[in-house]
């Protein structure tokens, strides 16, 4: 069965930094596309960024460009999320999400697999 563990969250200033990570298993991690989504308290799911199989095509959301990045390492079946210059409007419950795709998508639904999700809480 496919799981997805994600780790690193926590409560920080604005301005700080942090970094995600998702580690999955029970799937062929290599073949599988990525991705970050959030939740804040009383909003819809959004995305936050993708990435293909291979790593070599992300894609951001227009709030988090030139502050997140997203990477992988396919040798330890891992996604990272890494978070700069973050504010009070990146708090949120951060998910990660695997695709059975070599391609990335932007839209939750096209995600097949979920991680229980990781809370970062940004003070101002």
């Known amino acids: 069965q496919v799981q997805l563990v994600e780790s690193g969250g926590g409560l920080v200033q604005a301005g700080d930094s942090l970094r995600l990570s998702c580690v999955a298993s029970g799937l062929t991690f290599s073949s599988s596309s990525m991705g970050w989504f959030r939740q804040a308290s009383g909003k819809e799911r959004e995305f936050v960024a993708a990435?293909?199989?291979?790593?070599?095509?992300?894609y951001y959301a227009d709030s988090v460009k030139g502050r997140f990045t997203i990477s992988r390492d396919n040798g330890k079946k891992t996604v990272y999320l890494q978070m700069n210059s973050l504010k009070p409007e990146d708090t949120a419950v951060y998910y990660c999400a695997a695709r059975a795709s070599l391609y990335t998508a932007t839209t939750s639904k096209s995600y097949h697999y979920w991680g229980q999700g990781t809370q970062v809480t940004v003070s101002a």
């Open positions: 990435i293909n199989w291979g790593g070599a095509n992300t």
